[in-house]
Every structure is written in structure tokens, then in C-alpha cells.
């Protein structure tokens, strides 16, 4: 996507300087910092502390991780079982968005048909790239699938202005580009259609507040940033057609885990009549799991998160007490949305209903009996 004029993607392998660059998410917007990433440690560490974070660039960046792990082996330590090893480490940065196995197993698997070291790294990188390619493109497709319910809307509606609710940052930033939920967005935008989208700010990281409204705000889409607990209210007084969120691991029966606060956002989509769709790529599906509620792991995070708030101040990224330190505090970073609730999902292929049955339909070669 272009900032400011410039094409950009959240990650790249620069090979003149043989490192793995990234956009360091913790400070957007206030300032736009490019971070060299040389090794798995350091791939691990921009996975834990976000300065990566949504669930296909953290799938990506996993993948660059497996690559860098085969160029740093060296000739002599580069055997199958270190290799495994290390995609291993990579695999337990963080629990659940499922693009990050997948990838990494992807990326690992080829590797491991390569003789030499030499020829490993270059299947390696060649299979990084092309995972992110892939993204690219189920955004790009996700995108013009998701534009026919905003045009639906907007005929409705005469062509008066279509009010998106969205939560958390399921946008280029997360997904290299175009994004998911916003794909739709960005496809109705440039196609003319008049789109308004409501951002929840996503306590406690904000990622709805910093990421998303910057997403938007540089390509021109109108937006308007909202506490957390505004939805339901807005929803109530007809300031919402539909809702569109993105996944981090959907069960193959149609559970979706998102940024903590998306149930909240779906149960009160349900009371009002709203659409709520969820717009995800296949490689976010969790092809073995059936019960989202029980079965998907969910990340808890430092409850310094919630103790404290990251702002810009006097100049520069500061990080704001907002309560007592001793204060106990709890961070969970996603929660379940059973299916019941999820109207429909975008995918690459095409929208469907949130089951089992339309699920197989759909991905026909992932399904288990
Ligand atoms: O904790 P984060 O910022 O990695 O959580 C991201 C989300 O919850 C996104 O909505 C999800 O990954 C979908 S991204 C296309």
C-alpha cells in the first residue's frame, strides 16, 4: 500500500542488506520506524512484543523466520533436527493466530528437501516470499468478494453513506496488503461508493485507534474512532449497517477467535439485526479443531498492558500509568465468537454461512468428514 505517496508492505527481505525488514507496529502512528531483523531471536522477539502482529503477517513473518533460521545454521549445524528446532521456537512465540504454524511448517517442510545448506536457504526464501505473495492475493480476492455486501448496502440505502463497524486492525498493516476487514473497504472506496467506518479504539493495545484510523485515514477513507463500549449504542440507533472484523483462528464450524471485545461486538450485532462478517483468508481456518470455545488456545499477556498506556507525549512514545501499579489486572488477548453469531464470512473463494456444511463446500480439499 502507499504511505504518503511511497509503496510499502510491513515486511520485506531486503537483500542488499541480507536482513528481514518490518514496520515496528508498537509506535505507528506517531512515527513510521523501519526495524532490521537478523536472526530467529529477533523474529521471535518482534513476534512477542508486536512490533508484528495480525494474524497472515505474523504467519509471514514466521516463515522469514525459517528462512533466516537456515541461513544463520551455517554449513555444519544445518540438519533436519535443529532446523525442526527452530521453527519450533518460532511456532511458540505466540499461541493463536494458526497462520504462524502454518507457515513456519510450510516453509520448514520444503526446506527439508533441500542437500546443501545453500540449497536449503534458497528454498527457503523462495517458499517466504511466495507465502507472502499468497496473502497478498486472498486479501486482494477477499476484497472483491466483500465489496458485492457494501454495494447490497449502498443501494439500499440510495447511495447515502454505508457505516462499517470494525475492531481491532484487520488492515494492510496485519496482512501485507489490502488487509481483510478493510479490504472490502478499500475496494468500495475506490469504487466510489460513499463509506463511513467506525473504529474501535481496541483496548489495551489500540490497535483500532493507532493503526486502523492511520490505515484509513492515508488512503481517504472517512473514519471515526470509538471507545470500545460505544458499538451496542450506535447499533441501537441505526448508525451501524455492518460489521466486519477479521480472525487470528476459525474452527472449520465456523468459531472465530478475534481481538478480545469482538463477542461483545457480535452479541450486540445479533440484538440489533446487523450483519457481522468476518473476513478471513483460508490459511486463518483451523482445519482440526470443532469447538472454538473449548478447543482454540487463547493468548494471556502481561497485565502491564492494561496498567499502563502507550501515548505520545512531549515528543516522544511514552508509556502512561493509568491505574495503581499493585493493582491486579487481567489480559486476555482474544475471545471466542461462536458461529450462531457470524452471519457469513468473506474469504478468498467467496461468502459463505458460518457451518460446517458451507465451510466443506467452500474448501472442499481441508474439511474432515
Ligand atoms: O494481538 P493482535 O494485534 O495480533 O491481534 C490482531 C487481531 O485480532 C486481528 O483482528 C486478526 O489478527 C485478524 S488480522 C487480519
Known amino acids: 500500500m502507499k ?20 514496520i515496528d507496529q508498537r509506535v505507528l502512528p506517531y512515527e513510521l ?10 523474529i521471535i522477539k518482534a513476534i512477542k512484543e508486536m512490533y508484528v502482529r495480525g494474524a497472515p503477517l505474523i504467519g509471514v ?22 532446523l525442526i528446532n527452530e521453527c519450533k521456537r518460532i511456532k511458540d512465540s505466540r499461541p493463536t493466530a494458526i497462520n504462524l504454524p502454518w507457515a513456519v511448517d ?5 526446506i527439508l528437501k533441500g542437500k546443501t545448506a545453500a540449497e536449503r536457504i534458497e528454498i527457503a526464501k523462495i517458499e517466504a516470499e511466495k507465502i507472502a505473495d499468497f496473502e497478498v492475493d486472498n486479501c486482494k480476492r477477499i476484497g472483491e468478494h466483500g465489496l458485492s455486501l457494501l454495494e447490497k448496502i449502498s443501494l439500499n440505502k440510495k447511495g447515502s453513506t454505508v457505516n462499517i463497524l470494525t475492531h481491532c486492525n484487520a488492515g494492510w498493516l496485519a496482512c501485507i496488503e489490502y488487509g481483510t476487514a478493510t479490504a472490502p473497504m478499500y475496494a468500495a472506496y475506490d469504487k466510489g461508493i460513499d463509506i463511513h467506518v467506525w473504529v474501535d479504539e481496541t483496548r489495551p493495545l489500540n490497535q483500532g485507534a493507532r493503526l486502523t484510523a492511520w490505515e484509513l485515514s492515508k488512503y481517504g477513507v472517512k473514519n471515526t474512532i470509538i471507545p470500545d463500549n460505544t458499538g451496542g449504542h450506535l447499533m441501537q440507533h441505526g448508525m451501524v449497517d455492518i460489521v466486519i472484523v477479521g480472525s487470528d483462528r476459525t474452527t472449520y464450524t465456523g468459531d472465530v477467535a478475534n481481538k478480545i471485545g469482538t463477542y461483545l461486538k457480535a452479541l450486540a450485532a445479533h440484538d440489533n439485526n446487523i450483519p457481522f462478517y468476518v473476513a478471513l483468508p ?3 481456518f483451523d482445519w482440526t479443531i470443532r469447538n472454538g470455545l473449548s478447543d482454540i488456545p487463547i493468548e494471556k499477556r502481561n497485565p502491564d498492558e492494561v496498567r499502563y498506556i502507550k501515548g505520545f507525549h512531549n515528543g516522544k512514545v511514552e508509556d502512561i500509568l493509568i491505574t495503581n501499579q499493585s493493582y491486579n489486572a487481567l489480559n486476555f488477548a482474544f475471545d471466542v465468537t461462536p458461529s450462531r453469531l457470524v452471519t457469513g464470512f468473506i474469504t478468498e473463494r467467496g461468502v459463505c454461512n458460518a457451518n460446517e456444511e ?12
Open 106 to 110: 510450510r516453509v520448514c517442510s520444503q
Open 282 to 284: 483460508s490459511t486463518s
Open 33 to 42: 520506524k523501519i526495524v532490521a531483523l537478523k536472526n530467529v531471536d529477533e
Open 61 to 82: 513473518t514466521g516463515a522469514y523466520g525459517a528462512f533466516l533460521a537456515a541461513c544463520n545454521l551455517g554449513e555444519e549445524n544445518i540438519n533436519d533436527e535443529s
Open 358 to 369: 458451507s465451510l466443506k463446500f467452500m474448501f472442499p480439499e481441508n474439511t474432515k468428514n
Open 3 to 22: 504511505v504518503d505517496g511511497k509503496d510499502i508492505r510491513p515486511i520485506w527481505f531486503d537483500s542488499s542488506e541480507g536482513v528481514v525488514k518490518i
